[in-house]
């Protein structure tokens, strides 16, 4: 698969740990490309909907991992997919932010935002 960075810059940056099992989370080795959802953290996907932002993770250099198993921990960066709704996502990402890639309606991973890119300087159109 293409990577993501190649249509694009990223939004923005999360570091992300996979909830195990126990938690709920993945039974299987989350692996690189896979669409998951966001969701943020003060949202019920329920009554709110979860948001097609989709991560790309990162080795330790910053460069995308190539397809296959992506570690349980580690960094991603984020491509909103909606440009329609850029303006409502620049209003809440910040550093800091906390939010959950999501399977469904399940968290599969804990994720927060640590780098604002292209969403910062994002006029909205």
């Given at each position: 698969m293409k990577a993501y960075s190649d249509l694009g810059p990223a939004d923005f940056t999360?570091?992300?740990r996979f909830l195990r099992p126990d938690e709920g989370g993945l039974s299987r080795i989350p692996q690189q490309h896979t669409r998951w959802a966001?969701?943020?953290?003060?949202?019920?996907?329920?009554?709110?909907?979860?948001?097609?932002?989709?991560?790309?993770?990162?080795?330790?250099?910053?460069?995308?991992?190539?397809?296959?198993?992506?570690?349980?921990?580690?960094?991603?960066?984020m491509f909103i997919l909606s440009s329609d709704l850029r303006p409502m996502h620049k209003a809440r990402i910040r550093i800091g932010t906390k939010g959950y890639m999501i399977e469904g309606l399940r968290k599969v991973s804990e994720c927060e935002v640590t780098q604002v890119l292209a969403l910062a300087g994002d006029d909205g159109s």
């Open positions: 999360v570091s992300y966001f969701l943020y953290s003060e949202d019920d996907p329920q009554r709110d909907g979860a948001w097609d932002i989709w991560p790309e993770f990162l080795d330790s250099g910053g460069s995308p991992l190539p397809d296959g198993p992506v570690p349980t921990r580690g960094v991603a960066h």
